[in-house]
């Protein structure tokens, strides 16, 4: 069994601190929203409590994508590149039932995403070129 690897540079670390926050964040209000309102009759929990944060998260991701973009083209950054494409794809399946159900603003989430996806491999390409 080998040991789990540890992020060395503080530049990422702090990056993939935020993006925790950015995914942790919207998840827990989801939780406490289906929680709340099922078994606490806290009737001022609506959906959109729990909307706004999953629709807002991949904003952030992106934020944090343009903030850290020398990580994605440094090859000692692949961990922040995975995780951000990770995340964000696990954004993208909420946000369309968000568009669904809740608001067509959850566009901007899903362009939000798409640009993450793109961006990170055009990094990555003018990385190697």
Known sequence: ???P???NNPEERTAIRVLAVCTIAPILCM???DLGSKYGDMDWLTK???AWPIMIAPVAMLVVLIR???LISNPKGANFSQLIKLVSCLFLIPNVAVIIGYSWLAVISILSTLTILVADR???KQAHT
């Open 1 to 3: 069994m080998t040991a």
């Open 5 to 7: 690897r540890t992020v």
């Open 31 to 33: 939780a406490f929203q």
């Open 48 to 50: 959109g409590y729990a």
């Open 68 to 70: 850290y973009r020398k």
């Open 122 to 124: 055009q990094l990555k």
